[in-house]
């Protein structure tokens, strides 16, 4: 579940700028969609393997992006198997592989924040439909950032019910779960709010004039400072 | 590091607050002015009630709070400027994946230049003894360091004052002391609850909460003593 996450190096690939990263990604995922020669997607995939250790990242982390999709892979292999040749679920597989490795391979060597910035970027188009690309954003970034929390939560509720006899019963693992996790989407609301709220909520005109005013009249002796408290 | 170089002066003029039917504050009349106040009190007297209305999270049902003359239902945000809050839970308060960008989020919404942005995070990494740490996931950080990333997280907004509700009850005595120096260690007016009372020994004022009424407010001497003979 974490194998996903940025993985600080000062390699090349961690300095290429996150849009010109999504874009390779991008022209991959379509390109590798028209081949269908073995050989080729092999070599895609090896090219994909490579570039962990281009990355100055162990291969271990190459292996943890394409681990939790063993089962399905598996799967998805026996079912193709039963609708074509052996080389068309080798296909499929290959494909599968290379994108999960070249996507975690971007998701690793890039700042989630980074990512957002080019994601806002392309979302901006959508404000004419009312839909606000930072608050999308930033909504991806919490989720992001509260997948282990979740991950945490779940797991003492799930040993807090077994040392009560009771890990199998499903409204004792759903119930204290629901439970915390409302609890702490109120905390987490609340802690947005004390630091500074979300990122596209400007205060309007009025607001500001008055909030820049009282801020003169209280720190007047502190000077024009460009570095000064907001 | 640069603070508002500014004493806050938070008033509670007849505040109640009221949740459903349950009456949680009972008009509460204070002036607070001092660098460090402490509030103590047993669960449920409407400790972390009482923060949250400094700064606005909550606004009371009857009566006003005003914070260096602004009314906090009506200037929440300008408010809350100056006065940073730093939670019981720091996994509850830390939102972005890694900790520089968590970080920097506070200042997202400021008009200040990525460069300043940058140099203040920098800044507070650096005194917080985090520098080494800056590009790891928050979620692999210590419960002490996840707490000195929610401080950091506070300072580097640059408040006047800091509230810390409970902010040391999830740590171990190690963490905690630490946390602790750091307080005290603030230019920044602090407000704290706690259950800590040796991390109060030092402050200039502390008030005894009980039942929605502060039933005690002096120096830590006289105030903690009232509230030992209270619990026991």
Known sequence: MTASFYIHKESWLHRLAAGRKLFCLAVLGTGISFVSDLWLLA?????????????????????????PLF????????????????????????????LVLAAGLITVTTKTSALLTVLERVLTPLSVFGFSAPRMAFALSLV?????????ISQEVREAQQARGLGTNIFALIIPFVLRIVKMAEQVSQAIDARGGLPDAKPSPAVMRRSQAVRRSVSAPMGAETDQPH | MNVMPFKTIIEFNAVGYQSGEHEILKELNLF????????VGSNGSGKSTFLRLINGL?????????????????????????IS???????????????????????????????????????????????HKRHEPCHVLSGGQKQLLAIAGALVRRPATIIFDEPTTLLDLRNARRIADVIYSLEQNVI?????????????RVMVMNDGEVVADDTPKAALSYYRRLMS
């Open chain 2, 192 to 204: 704290t609850v706690t259950h800590d009372l040796t991390l109060l020994e030092g402050f200039d």
């Open chain 2, 32 to 39: 607070m002015s001092e660098p460090r106040i402490g509030i």
């Open chain 1, 144 to 152: 992001i950032r509260f997948i282990p929390v979740v991950g945490q």
């Open chain 2, 85 to 131: 809050f730093v939670f019981q839970n720091p996994d509850n308060q830390i939102v972005l994946p890694t900790v520089e960008e968590d970080l920097a989020f506070g200042l997202s919404r400021s008009d200040l230049s990525a460069e300043i942005i940058a140099k203040r995070v920098d800044d507070v990494l650096e005194r917080l003894d985090l520098a």
């Open chain 1, 43 to 67: 070599g895609a995939l090896s090219l994909c393997v490579c570039l962990f250790p281009a990355a100055q990242l162990r291969l271990v982390v190459a292996y943890n992006q394409v681990r």
């Open chain 1, 71 to 98: 089962w399905i892979m598996a799967a998805l292999f026996v079912a193709k198997l039963f609708t074509g040749p052996l080389s068309d679920a080798f296909v499929v597989i290959l494909r599968l592989c290379i």
């Open chain 2, 58 to 82: 909550l606004v009371p049902t009857t009566g006003e709070v005003w914070v260096d003359g602004l009314e906090t239902r009506r200037c929440a945000k300008q408010v809350r400027d100056r």
